[in-house]
């Protein structure tokens, strides 16, 4: 199969970034609209998205926070009804379950399409909701990754994080307790992985903001398994996750200093450098931890260009 399936190759898919990919996942949206452009998947950029209400607001009046939602899906409708790719976990299950309670409860749909009829936004049909690891699973699959590798893998073994969200409670993106199909991509480009039994616990989520020693503890939790069973760095789906895991390893090793320093990758960037895109492109200077690691394994010709 190609990059794309038939019905999807003139005009390819609808991108709904959310608000993470424009700031603190910037890495996340350079990496993946890199990789798209190698394999030749069309991303056309939904206009005038807001937020998904995978906010704080959500657990305050979910019902609400579902319209802001439901507003980015009748813009997909808008704009020809083309499946979303939404990137972020969090999105794609605010995006998801919107369309779910929509189809199954009769007084949410009506709550819904009377904003959307406020906003003048058609509210039918539903628009599919996709994340890019169920896409590149099953539209491009992984023997067109292995076609495609143009790179030898220049480090170690990396252990794969699914978190959460993108798993449950549909299991469509994945299985939900024990999810390969982000390991036999990696696998298939030449990226070797470990076996990782913590790769759906939670990596506390928002909790590091707010209960912060509970969310450190978590992280610590993730980290030190990763690193007991080999690996030297970890690949996330999702920008929260790689914020917490990045972001806190200097806390983390401060409490416990045996917790070696791990890149936290998205899994565009692996698998857009082992296609031939340059370090630059996949945003690699972006991340917090490990970057002599990164300098070592991408091999770049300035410090600057993987970390500086």
């Not at 890495?27 to 069309?42: H, I, P, Q, T």
């Not at 972020?88 to 309670?101: G, M």
């Not at 099953?138 to 699914?162: F, I, N, Q, S």
């Not at 798993?167 to 024990?178: G, S």
Request: with cysteine.
């Amino acid at each position: 199969m190609g990059a794309t399936s038939s019905a999807k190759r003139p005009e390819g898919y609808l991108y709904y970034p959310g608000c993470a990919l424009k700031g603190t996942g910037i890495a996340y949206e350079e990496s993946l609209l890199a990789l798209f452009r190698l394999l030749g998947v069309r991303l056309e950029e939904l206009r005038d998205w807001n937020c998904c209400g995978a906010t704080s607001y959500m657990s305050m009046d979910e019902q609400s926070s579902s319209l802001l939602a439901a507003r980015n899906l009748g813009l997909a409708r808008q704009m020809g009804g083309r499946d979303v790719v939404a990137p972020c976990s969090a999105c794609y299950l605010a995006l998801r379950k919107c369309n779910d309670y929509a189809a199954r409860y009769p007084a949410f749909r009506d709550r819904v399409n009377g904003f959307l009829d406020s906003d003048m936004l058609p509210h039918q049909p539903a628009v599919r909701v996709r994340h890019p690891l169920e896409l590149l699973y099953t539209e491009v699959r992984p023997e067109r990754l292995r076609e495609r590798a143009v790179r030898p893998w220049p480090g170690g073994p990396v252990a794969c994080y699914y978190g959460c969200q993108a798993v449950r409670p549909y299991a469509e993106v994945d299985r939900a307790h024990n999810p390969t199909r982000m390991d036999e991509l990696l696998q298939a480009a030449g990226v070797p992985t470990v076996d990782y039994p913590l790769k759906t616990k939670c990596c506390g989520a928002t909790h590091a903001g707010t209960l912060h020693d509970v969310g450190l503890r978590l992280v610590t939790i993730l980290l030190k398994e990763a690193a007991r069973r080999g690996a030297q760095a970890m690949v996330v789906i999702c920008p929260l996750c790689q914020l917490n895991l990045d972001a806190y390893q200097g806390e983390v090793r401060r409490e416990e200093p045996s917790v070696p320093e791990l890149p936290i990758l998205y899994l565009p960037q692996a698998l857009g450098w082992t296609l031939g895109a340059s370090a630059r492109s996949l945003g690699l200077q972006r991340g917090i931890a490990g970057g002599a690691l990164l300098r070592r394994w991408f091999n770049a010709r300035t410090e600057a260009e993987v970390h500086g």
